[in-house]
Antibody
């Protein structure tokens, strides 16, 4: 079964760092792009960026460029989304999704809560 | 880049058809046939319903169809069923080699 398994919910304080993960299985991880999508509480989907694990080619939405870092470790079929200094406004559900022109497989999401 | 424009809500009775529009620009929807549509039930991950404007993934009901004219794409759901009640999002590839979502449309089945 093709699936993306995301890491568990996180509760952090403002200013802390965080790295969440998305592990692909059931397919050749290096052959498909992986995107990250944010959904703030009660709001819509926002495309953050995308990475090709085969060569780590990465693109960011202008809205998220410089705010987060997307990376991948192809040896363990895992993509990452990280923050160096969280803000309360980073509180959201974060989804990873497979695909370039469309996303046919989605992770269940990682809920990140940032609160003092 | 601005989000694509979708109606905030649409509604219909069981058995009826509804259409959700998704308006972009000549730099996204109008420029490429890379428009996709996603269904999201509360508390769940999005699910791909339509890709490349009008293609249905395996397993998606043929009651769902997509089209595009100029800078506006559309999702039509025919024979509305209770389980179709969900949020729907369009997405498009852009000339910046990035992607953009619509603001989402809440479908209510009356």
């Amino acid at each position: 079964e093709v699936q993306l398994v995301q890491s568990g919910a996180e509760v952090k304080k403002p200013g802390e760092s965080l790295k969440i993960s998305c592990k692909g299985s059931g397919y050749t991880f290096t052959n498909y792009w992986v995107a990250w999508v944010r959904q703030m509480p009660g709001k819509g989907l926002e495309w953050m960026g995308i990475i090709y694990p085969g060569d780590s080619d990465t693109r960011y939405s202008p809205s998220f460029q410089g705010q987060v870092t997307i990376s991948a470790d192809k040896s363990i079929s895992t993509a990452y989304l990280q923050w160096s200094s969280l803000k309360a406004s980073d509180t959201a559900m974060y989804f990873c999704a497979r695909g370039y022109y469309y996303s046919d497989v989605w992770g269940r999401g990682t809920l990140v809560t940032v609160s003092s | 880049q601005s989000a694509l424009t979708q109606p905030a809500s649409v509604s219909g009775s069981p058995g009826q058809s509804i259409t959700i529009s998704c308006t972009g620009t000549s730099s996204d929807v109008g420029a490429y046939n890379y428009v996709s549509w996603y269904q999201q039930h509360p508390g769940k991950a999005p699910e791909l319903m339509i890709y490349e404007v009008s293609n249905r993934p395996s397993g998606v009901s043929d009651r769902f169809s997509g089209s595009k004219s100029g800078n506006t794409a559309s999702l039509t759901i025919s024979g509305l069923q209770a389980e179709d009640e969900a949020d729907y999002y369009c997405s498009s590839f852009t000339s910046s080699n990035t992607w953009v979502f619509g603001g989402g449309t809440k479908l209510t089945v009356l």
